[in-house]
């Protein structure tokens, strides 16, 4: 099956900086602990795309239309389809006290985040902290073994793979779908109750939702608390008696 603009698809794919041959991105966890990459808590598994959404790299996008499932090929992503060109301009000096106000102790290589935007410590002088906030890609040519697994076909699938991709600690199959002509029911199962930032996330699914299935009016997310099973009493032990007589 050859992939469209717009499908749902599930892919598998290892990117490496074309200069250097750097592993820098894998779904494969064999490919992410051989590279060094391996990130403990992390899924690897194939990644979910809508072709053409921009989820991924201009150039990539763009590569997924006409490709066979199954079969694996090889694209070349240059930085202005990639992550764009260097832009020194968004290398910056900022003053250390900003960064031991923070509790920060800075140094070559430490990704920190500043007024919301990543950026990289690049150097450390008297005073002073040079920081990147270019892409830690920009300027590379990568190059992506690619191979979709899957083109999603049926509702169900597709809105899965949308709670999947906002949920992704949580195994999909244990939210409950209900899809109904104009309303969608999902529920959450216990165990995401507490999950950090779950509120934003049904409202980035209930969004998502209603974007990719115009038909779609209203998204119920339902939390049930169920009543704990009782604890059985534990069963004292017997009591044996021991007679004068026949000690």
């Not at 763009?62 to 070349?76: A, D, W």
């Not at 020194?88 to 500043?114: D, N, T, Y």
């Not at 990543?118 to 690619?146: C, M, S, W």
């Not at 999603?152 to 244990?174: C, F, M, Y």
Request: one cysteine or more; aromatic letters at 6%; hydrophobic letters at 40%.
């Amino acid at each position: 099956m050859a992939v469209n603009k717009g499908d749902f698809i599930l892919l598998n794919y290892t990117c490496k900086i074309k200069e250097s041959g750097e592993t820098v991105d894998t779904t494969v966890e064999k490919i992410a602990k051989d590279a060094k990459l391996h990130k403990e808590g992390t899924s690897y598994e194939p990644r979910f795309v809508v072709v053409g959404e921009g989820w991924v790299p201009k150039g990539l996008d763009e590569s997924f239309i006409g490709l066979e499932t199954g079969k694996t090929v090889s694209v070349e992503v240059p930085p202005e389809k990639g992550h764009g060109s260097r832009d020194p301009s968004k290398i910056k000096l900022l003053p250390l006290r900003r960064f031991k106000a923070e509790g920060l102790a800075p140094a070559p290589g430490l990704q920190v985040e500043i007024d919301g935007r990543p950026a990289l410590v690049r150097a450390v002088g008297a005073g002073r902290v040079q920081v990147d906030f270019n892409h830690p890609l920009a300027g590379k040519t990568l190059i992506y073994e690619v191979s979709v697994e899957k083109v999603l076909q049926t509702q169900d699938e597709k809105v899965k793979a949308i709670i999947h991709r906002r949920i992704p600690n949580i195994s999909v199959e244990k939210f409950a779908t209900t899809i109904m002509e104009r309303e969608v029911n999902i529920e959450i199962p216990e165990e995401a109750f507490l999950l950090e930032g779950l509120q934003v996330a049904k409202r980035v699914i209930s969004n998502d939702l209603q974007k990719y299935f115009q038909e779609i009016a209203k998204v119920s997310f339902i939390e049930i608390f169920k009543k704990a099973a009782p604890v059985a009493a534990e069963a004292k032990p017997e009591q044996v008696q021991v007679s004068e007589g026949t000690r």
